[in-house]
Nanobody
Framework: QVQLVESGGGLVQAGGSLRLSCAASGRIASINAMGWYRQAPGKQRELVAHITNSGSTNFADSVKGRFTISRDNAKNTVYLQMNSLKPEDKAVYYC???????????????WGQGTQVTVSS
């Protein structure tokens, strides 16, 4: 069984920073890509940032220049560094991983439980 465990959310003032972490564990053969999504109340879940196993990244336009994403392949962990936070960044942030498992064999998407990020103005 695969688990994604997130940490690092919380309350911060506008202009502040937070760092989210997500560690994948279980019977993992390999991880193809990892990313962060967010969902604000009344809105659809949206992609925030994505990183492939080769290190290629892409970001939502709304966070470009403020957020960075990185991963530690040895630890099966992905990080989201969020700087210059704005009130509109408030949302539940979800970690996503597309990874290959030994059983059942194949590549699947997994999600973390979500972590709340609140930005006060």
């Amino acid at each position: 069984q695969v688990q994604l465990v997130e940490s690092g959310g919380g309350l911060v003032q506008a202009g502040g920073s937070l760092r989210l972490s997500c560690a994948a564990s279980g019977r993992i053969a390999s991880i193809n890509a990892m990313g962060w999504y967010r969902q604000a109340p009344g809105k659809q879940r949206e992609l925030v940032a994505h990183i492939t196993n080769s290190g290629s990244t892409n970001f939502a336009d709304s966070v470009k220049g403020r957020f960075t994403i990185s991963r530690d392949n040895a630890k099966n962990t992905v990080y989201l560094q969020m700087n210059s936070l704005k009130p509109e960044d408030k949302a539940v942030y979800y970690c996503n991983a597309n990874l290959r498992t030994y059983f059942p064999p194949g590549a699947y998407d997994y999600w973390g439980q979500g972590t709340q990020v609140t930005v006060s103005s």
